[in-house]
């Protein structure tokens, strides 16, 4: 299941996009935005230097010189500072709201740009360049990089660039030979924030492309559930995820100690330069008779200056990790594809009549451009004519609709329409005149109503209805509670084959093409069914070029033309009568391998060791009786008028549930479940808050430091030379702490949250692997929805349980230190003070938001609008046969407008917010040293006191708000914590996990279905089964027949234990299968599907996954020759190495089925479920592959479903599912018998119909 393509990724990922080019896709509005925010930017950058400035004033103020009138000198200061609150907040509220506004406009315009690019781009596009899981993670994580880089982050880089720029120039203009002398530090400053920036890039992306990984192996898995259960492949699927998620936490961990390496790097550089001014500073006051205020001033300015270039690191990592993003996105949005459905140029033809001509075709697909699938190949199909392609699977059939479609162009030769190549007609108008119903059928997960109405935009009520009757859908569609308006599931899951096949029946209908192509279009529906299908699809295909793929003969005898295909060439043509005239021609001998393998399957029957013992046969022909029709396997639970049903059918499948969430959403509870699960790293933790708290004396101790040394420059030359080396001393001493503990911290709790996410992810992936079926069956459970969960709710967590305890400990020791300063120096002082500490704190509270982004949560905000992308991304033949690309890019960014709209509220208040943090902080300011020169001038407080009571405090409270503003989630994370532990606590119906239960020491393989009522979870009020009754002994091959959605597929499903009966129960051997051990239990049975699951790896992988087991190249090959795929696996340029391709979009059906078969086979198993395993084979695969049936059903016991009763003539019993029960029972020639007998009534459909 190991996706591929991950080397590839990492080459790409490297590459960058020019920082401009990030702005390409900006509007004029977007431009005037940027303009304004800008400039507001910048003016707001100035405010700090100039705050520097006016501090310079103030020391001056309460310098010796001015004790006398001290309250009026500082009033003045104090009331510039109130003039620079005013521009400040002003400025603050333009620069965060402009850029917000402007960058949620963008990020939402190049989601929509790089879905209509990735919609518009030609099939091969998708065969070998990208996959599903690819672009949704580009869409949902690399956007959000792209927005980070693009909104606030741009105005808070500006805004520090000014204050790097005016903190410069306030201290060249102040005093410029200290200015040159502390210009030394400044190329320090930036060499380390540039190389943190890098190495922190690498580390973040390597991260990413691993999450990346794991979030593949979520979507192959949930999307694929059935199958991995089916193969017990669950520890298989978590194991690979584990391995994804060890590489995050060791990238992680780098991660911590590089940014805490950077930041104590950047520290000690600070303080050194802080001593050197110190030191310096006081030289310049005894030798040229600078005052004090004037080395504040330059040393303020200089290094808010150089601070600035350091805070600018989280800005110059979003930058890049945008660029970094920016690069695959805009190299898809700019890539011209070689076949474009938007591209309105073409001819359209006015008097168009359906000529079809394929003219000397050489083709190979993309992604195999070595295996050469037509050479030479020229077919025509005149118009309003009937042309069916047969052939072996894998002969070049579904190619032909391929080219027709123009999914793909050939290499040489062309494909004409009315004698015009297609290159040179609109596509657009092409494939609106073309209709396709694809072998396996493809739904949105939507309505289907809105499932039909792909098929013609603006489609009345009474079309739609119609295109129903006529798919022979509009019966099963009455019985839904909800009608149109159900819900069809992810991938339709929640409707049957034929079901769905009924759906895309009527979408193309709806359409009323001119050129009708049918792959296999009515394989999966049962006998009734398809002679309805058939004949609505005779219907309209009067008058209409119809080209028809077909395994089964019978449904191409009346074809106007059969061509038959073989290994790409046409080697055969002619209506039916005519060819089999030529008893040694290929369609002949086609015929002839159908024809025995009927005969065949029929002479079985008579053979008297495959008949039942005089007891069973006494009850084999037992007709019962009917009970209420049961209806089909739809939910009805998004439908409009089902609001009050979806709430209940919502709640009752979780009501077992809502105790653990309640508990999980207490706070305290949280912390303590999230505390207990962080148990294993109790030593890394200590050491950790350890570092911590030494870290969150730092900023309090740089106050004082920074206090005494403005004392210092007031005192006698004498005193001043050797204090002022000290307190240099001191600064340096204070860095190369910074440079120890810091890192450590940032090492110690990286690598402790790591292992908690690590470990949280890998147990909620291991509870949702195990839940049971019907969980899945839930919308809200989607592989899209759990791998959001498993990604952003893990992350959440991993902030309030790995950093937020660390800065915990680190805002407790700044305070403490901080409050324990000021106390000491005045007490009276720093009680005022304190009162108006809020303003400082609400302002760095602001400014450590804005480096975070505000924009953080815009994952989360697209997750539904992903979900309509990945149906689109998923189904992209579909999206294009339909000509749906319109509709899908309208549906999303429907989708996004409610998102967008919040970002852009929520840039407004933040705005607001942010300006009047800046505002808060200068008036603090101006009232602080008022109150402090109050007291002065009351002889309540020394000169030193105040400046050691403000800048303690004020550190303090800038070192505490830092560390709060990182918490300041507490609720999302709470919820968060509450929806992991939602699905850690819930306890699955039916899980495979547990190694509880019994095992048989000898399987003989009786199954007894007895008295079984059931309905499915997600659809309470349908009834599927009424006291079914079924047995089926071992060693016999039991079929089960009837309509579409009778429950044939539901048997095997409760087999399987994907679910449990509401009442009754199943045995095997006489034992309950709720008390046997799941996993065992699932070893025993072997499953292929009706339409088979493949992994995106390679065709050996895909076999294998049939073993738990080490699984030998001789077991594969072998398994491979008895499902007759070894010789079309051979013919590969990569044999068993070729990668099947995304939900196995590389193989034809035939293929697709042949490996699932396979791995079916490799299992070895007691019991096999065949649900119509050889629907998607040729005659003479269906013959070889039958063969191997037989000789593995051999001693097994076999249920096989079937629509296609000549499949199942020589089973031993035939069992007839009829309204919820079994309604006719016993071998073929005794069902036949009974008079207006169900089974006969199918057979007798089945046989008009062929």
């Not at 898809?332 to 309105?344: L, M, Q």
């Not at 949105?444 to 119609?466: D, L, Q, V």
Request: aromatic share 8%.
């Amino acid at each position: 299941m190991a996706p591929a393509g991950g080397a590839g990724g990492a080459a790409a990922a490297a590459k960058r996009v020019p920082m401009y080019r990030l702005f390409a896709f900006a509007d004029r509005r977007d431009a005037a935005l940027m303009a304004v925010s800008a400039a507001a930017a910048m003016a707001n950058g100035v405010a700090m230097p100039f705050l520097a400035f006016l501090v310079g004033d103030l020391v001056d103020a309460f310098g010796p010189a001015h004790r006398a009138d001290l309250v009026h000198a500082v009033s003045k200061v104090a009331v510039r500072f109130v003039y620079l609150a005013l521009a400040s907040g002003v400025a603050g509220f333009l620069q965060v709201s402009c850029w917000m506004v402007t960058g949620e406009r963008q990020a939402a315009r190049i989601r929509g740009l790089y879905l209509e690019t990735i919609l518009r781009q030609d099939i091969s596009f998708f065969d070998v360049e990208t996959s599903t899981g690819e672009v949704i993670e580009r869409m949902s994580s690399d956007t959000v990089l792209i927005q980070d880089a693009i909104g606030e982050k741009v105005g808070k880089f500006l805004q520090l660039v000014s204050t790097f720029l005016g903190g410069f120039i306030i201290a060249f203009t102040r005093g410029w030979l200290l200015s040159l002398v502390m210009l030394s530090s400044i190329p320090p400053v930036v060499a380390a924030a540039a190389v943190m920036s890098l190495v922190l890039s690498k580390l973040s992306n390597r991260s990413q492309m691993a999450y990346a990984e794991a979030g593949k192996v979520v979507e192959q898995t949930i999307g694929s559930i059935r199958t991995v259960i089916s193969f017990t492949g669950e520890s298989r699927a978590i194991s690979e995820y584990k391995e994804h998620l060890k590489i995050s936490y060791k990238s992680a961990v780098h991660q911590g100690f590089a940014g805490g390496l950077g930041v104590g790097s950047l520290l000690l550089i600070v303080f050194c330069s802080y001593g050197l001014a110190v030191w310096y500073g006081a030289k310049l006051i005894i030798e040229k008779g600078y005052t004090g205020g004037y080395i504040i001033n330059v040393l303020m300015a200089i290094m808010t200056g150089a601070m600035a270039l350091g805070q600018s690191s989280p800005c110059l990592t979003a930058f890049a990790s945008g660029q970094i993003a920016a690069h695959k996105m805009f190299a898809t949005i700019y890539r011209k594809p070689e076949i474009d459905a938007s591209d309105k140029s073409g001819l359209i033809l006015e008097n168009f009549v359906g000529n079809v001509e394929l003219k000397d075709v050489h083709f190979s697909y993309p992604a195999r451009p070595e295996q050469l699938i037509f050479n030479g190949f020229s077919i025509t199909i005149p118009t309003g004519m009937t042309v069916a392609l047969v052939g072996e699977s894998g002969s070049g059939k579904s190619t032909v609709i391929g080219l027709v479609e123009r999914f793909y162009d050939p290499q040489s030769g062309e494909v004409l329409l009315d004698g015009v190549n297609l290159k040179q007609l609109n596509l657009s108008w092409v494939r609106q005149k073309i209709g396709l119903v694809s072998q396996e059928p493809i739904l949105f997960t939507t309505t289907i109503r809105e499932n039909i109405e792909y098929g013609k935009k603006g489609a009345t009520e009474e079309e739609i209805r119609i295109s129903t009757v006529l798919a022979n859908a509009a019966k099963f569609i009455d019985k839904l509670p909800n009608g149109l308006d159900t819900m069809v599931g992810e991938h339709g899951t929640q409707l049957s084959g034929g079901q769905k096949q009924r759906i895309a029946i009527a979408r193309a209908i709806l359409k009323n093409p001119s050129i009708l192509l049918l792959d296999e279009a009515t394989s999966a529906l049962d006998a009734e069914s398809e002679r309805v299908v058939q004949d609505a699809l005779n219907n309209i295909m009067v008058n209409r070029t119809t080209i028809v793929v077909a395994h089964r003969l019978s449904t191409v005898k009346n074809a106007d033309t059969i061509s038959v295909l073989h290994r790409g060439q046409l080697v055969e043509q002619g209506p039916h009568v005519e060819l089999i005239k030529d008893p040694d021609g290929a369609y002949s001998q086609l015929l002839r391998l159908q024809e025995v393998n009927t005969k065949r399957e029929g002479s079985h029957g008579d053979d008297s060791s495959r008949l039942q013992s005089a007891s069973d046969t006494a009850n084999s022909a037992s007709q019962h009786s009917s009970i209420k029709p049961s209806f089909g396997r739809s939910m009805s639970r998004y439908s409009p008028q089902g609001g009050r049903r979806r709430n209940s059918q919502t709640f009752s499948l979780h009501e077992h549930e809502t105790k653990g969430v309640d508990d999980a959403k207490s706070g305290k509870n949280v912390i303590r479940r999230l505390l207990y699960l962080h148990k294993p790293e109790i030593p890394i933790l200590l050491l950790g808050c350890t570092a911590a708290a030494a870290n969150g004396a730092i900023l309090p101790v740089f106050g004082m430091l920074l206090s005494s040394a403005i004392n210092t420059f007031y005192e006698p030359p004498q005193q001043l030379r050797k204090d002022s080396v000290f307190w240099a001393e001191m600064y340096v001493i204070l860095g190369v702490i910074s440079i120890f503990v810091i890192p450590l911290q940032y090492a110690l709790f990286n690598m402790a949250g790591g292992k908690l996410i690590e470990r949280i992810r890998a147990v909620s992936f291991s509870r949702v692997v195990y839940q049971e079926i019907g969980w899945f069956d839930d919308p809200l459970n989607s592989s899209a929805a759990i791998g959001s969960r498993l990604s952003g709710d893990a992350a959440s967590v991993k902030s309030i349980a790995g950093d937020v305890l660390s800065l915990i400990v680190q805002s407790i020791s700044t305070a403490v230190v901080g409050i324990v300063i000021a106390m000491i120096s005045n007490w009276k002082l720093a009680c005022i003070v304190l009162c108006f500490l809020p303003c400082v704190i609400a302002q760095s509270y602001a400014q450590t938001r804005l480096m975070r982004g505000f924009g953080a949560d815009a994952k989360e905000m697209y997750e539904q609008a992903s979900t309509i992308a990945t149906d689109a991304i998923g189904n992209i033949r579909t999206v294009a046969s339909f000509c749906a690309e319109e509709k899908i890019i309208e549906s999303y960014r429907k989708k996004c407008e409610g998102p967008v709209r919040q970002g852009v509220r929520q840039g407004a208040i933040s705005g607001v917010g942010y300006g009047f943090s800046f505002a808060l902080l200068f008036c603090f300011y101006a009232i602080s040293f008022y109150v402090g020169a109050c007291f002065v001038h009351n002889g309540t407080a020394e000169v030193g006191q105040v400046f050691r009571v403000f800048f303690a405090l004020t550190m303090m409270a800038v070192g505490v708000s830092q560390s709060s503003s990182l918490a300041r989630d507490f609720a999302k994370v709470q919820n968060a914590a509450a929806s992991i532990f939602k699905i850690i606590d819930r306890k699955s119906k039916i899980d495979a996990s547990h190694e509880v239960g019994t095992t048989l020491e000898a399987v003989e393989g009786n199954i007894e279905l007895q008295h079984v009522s059931f309905k499915y979870p997600a659809r309470t009020d349908v009834q599927i089964f009424r006291d079914l009754c079924l047995r089926i002994p071992s060693g016999k091959t039991v079929a089960l027949v009837g309509e579409s959605g009778s429950g044939k597929s539901t048997v095997i499903a409760l087999i399987e234990r994907f679910y449990d009966p509401d009442s009754g129960g199943i045995f095997l051997d006489g034992v309950d299968l709720k008390t046997l051990k799941l996993t065992w239990l699932r070893q025993q049975i072997g499953l292929v599907g009706q339409e088979p699951v493949l992994f995106n790896d390679t065709i050996r992988a895909n076999i294998a996954y049939g073993k738990m087991e080490q699984v030998s190249e001789d077991e594969i090959v072998a398994v491979a020759k008895a499902a007759n795929a070894d010789r079309f696996i051979s013919t590969l340029p990569n044999g068993y190495d070729t990668s099947v391709g995304e939900r196995g979009v590389q193989l034809s059906g035939g293929q697709k089925q042949r490996i699932a078969i396979a791995r079916a086979i490799l299992k070895n198993p007691k019991l096999l479920l065949l649900d119509e395993a050889t629907s998607a084979l040729d005659a003479e695969s269906e013959r070889m592959v039958q063969e191997a049936l037989d000789r593995v059903t051999v001693g097994r016991t076999t249920v096989v479903v079937a629509h296609r009763l000549s499949t199942i003539t020589a089973a031993d019993k035939i069992a007839v599912v009829k309204n919820g029960v079994v309604a006719e029972e016993g071998q073929h020639e005794q069902l036949l018998r009974l008079p207006g007998g169900a089974y006969a009534s199918l057979v007798a459909l089945q046989s008009s119909s062929s």
